[in-house]
């Protein structure tokens, strides 16, 4: 069994920064993909970045190009989302996950195998 623990979010004025976390279990990790979406109420899931097992391999949606990072620390069994300049916009529940058995990145919610509970980000205009 994987799990997935996301921290770091919570509430933030635009232009602010918050850095969300995602630890795991330890034995799958350093082999993996993982991935950063979100989901605003009423809206889909959406794609916000990924990282492949190196961390020398990264892909961002469009809307958080330049703003957002996301990095891993194998050693620590934790990927992060760095966002900084944030924009109402970006309010939404974040949700970390893993592709087991594949250490490339991918960018669709159905190529994910296991999911956090997720933490919320808001940003206050």
Known sequence: QVQLAESGGGLVQAGGSLRLSCT????????NAFGWFR??????????????WSGGRTVY?????????????NAK???YLQMNSLKPEDTA???CAVR??????AMAVTNYDYWGQGTQVTVSS
């Open 100 to 105: 087991l058995g594949y250490a490339t990145p």
């Open 61 to 73: 949606a469009d809307s958080v190009k330049g703003r957002f990072t996301i990095s891993r620390d």
């Open 39 to 52: 989901q605003a109420p009423g809206k889909e899931r959406d794609f916000v970045a990924t990282i492949n």
């Open 77 to 79: 069994s934790t990927v």
């Open 93 to 95: 529940v974040y949700y």
């Open 24 to 31: 795991t279990s330890g034995r799958t990790f350093s082999n």
